[in-house]
C-alpha cells in the first residue's frame, strides 16, 4: 500500500503520534490532512482508489469507456491525456485533495444513487484491486 489514511492506521494499531513520528523522519509524506503516502513513491489513480475503497469501506466505481478501456474493448487510441470515468454514491463523495491531485489521467466524477452491487464486476488493475 504506497497510500495510507490515517483512520486506517490507527485501526491498524499506529497512533496519532506515531504517525506524526512516521512524517517527521520521512517515512510518509503528508497528502491531506489524514492522507499519507509511502515517501517518495508514485501513486496512482488506481492505487489511490483501491486505497480509498479497502481502507475506509467505500466504493469508489470505474465505469463508462474507461472500464470498456481496461477490458482491452476500445477500439481507438485516446489522443492526449487519458480520462477516467470515475463514480461513488452520493454519500461517498471523494475528498476534494482526491479531486484536485495531478493524476495521469483527466478525471470525469459522477455521484449517481444508481450504483448497486449488480452488475459489477471487481478487478485487477496494475497489482490493485478496483
Known amino acids: 500500500r504506497l497510500l495510507l489514511f490515517s483512520s486506517w492506521l490507527t485501526a491498524k494499531g499506529v497512533t496519532a503520534k506515531e504517525q506524526a513520528s512516521y512524517v517527521q523522519s520521512g517515512w510518509l509524506e503528508r497528502v491531506s490532512h489524514g492522507v499519507y503516502q509511502v515517501a517518495e ?62 493524476w495521469n489521467r483527466t478525471l470525469r466524477y459522477q455521484t449517481s444513487s444508481l450504483l448497486g452491487a449488480e452488475g459489477l464486476e471487481e478487478m485487477e488493475i496494475e497489482g490493485h484491486k478496483l
Open 41 to 102: 513513491a508514485n501513486v496512482s489513480l488506481w492505487g489511490a482508489i483501491s486505497a480509498y475503497n479497502m481502507q475506509l469501506g467505500k466504493r469508489c466505481t470505474i465505469g463508462a469507456e474507461t472500464a470498456l478501456e481496461l477490458r482491452g474493448y476500445m477500439h481507438y487510441v485516446p489522443m492526449g491525456k487519458p480520462l477516467a470515468f470515475i463514480f461513488t454514491a452520493p454519500h461517498h463523495e471523494l475528498p476534494n485533495w482526491f479531486l484536485a491531485h495531478e
